[in-house]
């Protein structure tokens, strides 16, 4: 069974202060990033949520 999370990723800040959004799934242990083009400022971003 995979499991899929979405991830901002704030270790990579472009010069606006906004960070990329990444999908991540995991199978077998196995983990795979996937950018999915949008950036976000982190104060519209909800940890908990995801959203």
């Known amino acids: 069974m995979a499991t899929v999370k979405?991830?901002?990723?704030?270790n990579k800040v472009n010069k606006d202060g906004e960070?990329?959004?990444y999908i991540r799934i995991t199978k077998d242990r196995q983990s795979k990033?996937?950018?999915l083009g949008i950036t976000l400022h982190?104060?519209?971003w909800d940890e908990k949520?995801?959203?």
């Not at 979405?6 to 704030?10: A, I, P």
Request: avoid cysteine; charge should be positive; proline fraction near 12%.
């Open 6 to 10: 979405l991830l901002l990723k704030l």
């Open 42 to 44: 982190p104060d519209q």
């Open 19 to 21: 960070s990329p959004l």
């Open 33 to 35: 990033f996937i950018s």
């Open 49 to 51: 949520t995801s959203r």
